[in-house]
């Protein structure tokens, strides 16, 4: 495992497309997050090594940071039928809690604490012979890009793929950042343009509201 990498997915829950992001950090802390593609609402969660073994262990099925971030990467790229990946709200997650305890379907309450309401879950489900372990990663809400803050990694994208063009008879290594890197550039203005257009409706609604007043 590298100490710093990263890796972008897309991802099918429930029918709606979802791009996941998984960064590791100095190699001891794991970031993800997950963006609804068509609505670019995100949900992002920060773990470090103490957090992802105390998770693990807490279902009975331990693992060291660095294999289980090798699972979820499994996941993420689908390179393994043993792991894969749900996002649950935090009522699915009950409901998934209790089929687990076998208690049964009961009604779950909702909380009150919209942060909790808001909340998505991520579920990294390991399939062994006779079992199937769920680790459950808990993302607050985001909220959507800042339009300024887009453009402006867009722009350094950009820089570092140039640079990547101008280096030379590039090794394996080069070649897979750039196309990593280009892949990232391509999904940041496909959500730029969304954004652009999500906003000139919202002005139109405005201005189609500001006259319908007069």
């Keep these: 495992m590298e100490e710093n990498s990263s890796i972008t997915a897309s991802y099918m829950f429930r029918g709606v497309e979802y791009v996941l992001t998984m960064n590791i950090i100095g190699g001891n802390v ?3 997050e997950v963006e609804d593609r068509m ?3 995100q949900w992002k969660g920060t773990f470090d090594t103490t957090y992802i073994e105390d998770l693990t262990n807490k279902t009975g ?3 060291q940071f660095n294999i289980f971030v090798n699972m979820l990467e ?3 790229t689908e390179a393994s039928d043993s792991v894969s990946l749900d996002l649950l709200t935090y009522s699915d997650l009950e409901s998934l809690r209790q089929r687990k305890q076998g208690t049964g379907p ?3 309450v909702q909380p009150k604490s919209s942060a909790i309401n808001t909340k998505r879950y991520l579920i990294l489900t390991y399939t062994v ?3 199937r372990i769920h680790y459950p990663l808990p993302l607050p809400y985001i909220g959507k890009p800042d339009p300024r803050l887009l453009q402006e990694t867009i722009r350094e994208l950009r820089e570092r793929i140039k640079g990547l063009k101008h280096k030379g008879s590039p090794g394996r290594t080069t070649d897979q950042d750039y196309m990593r890197l280009k892949k990232e550039y391509e999904a ?3 959500e730029k343009e969304e954004l652009e257009v999500e906003f000139l409706q919202m002005k139109k609604e ?3 509201s500001n006259f319908k007043g007069c």
Excluded: C, H, M, Y
């Design 30 to 32: 794991l970031e993800v």
């Design 39 to 41: 609505t670019a609402d």
């Design 61 to 63: 099925n331990f693992k």
């Design 74 to 76: 499994s996941a993420l």
């Design 106 to 108: 009961r009604p779950v």
């Design 129 to 131: 012979e006779f079992d």
């Design 188 to 190: 940041l203005l496909d």
């Design 206 to 208: 405005i201005q189609e």
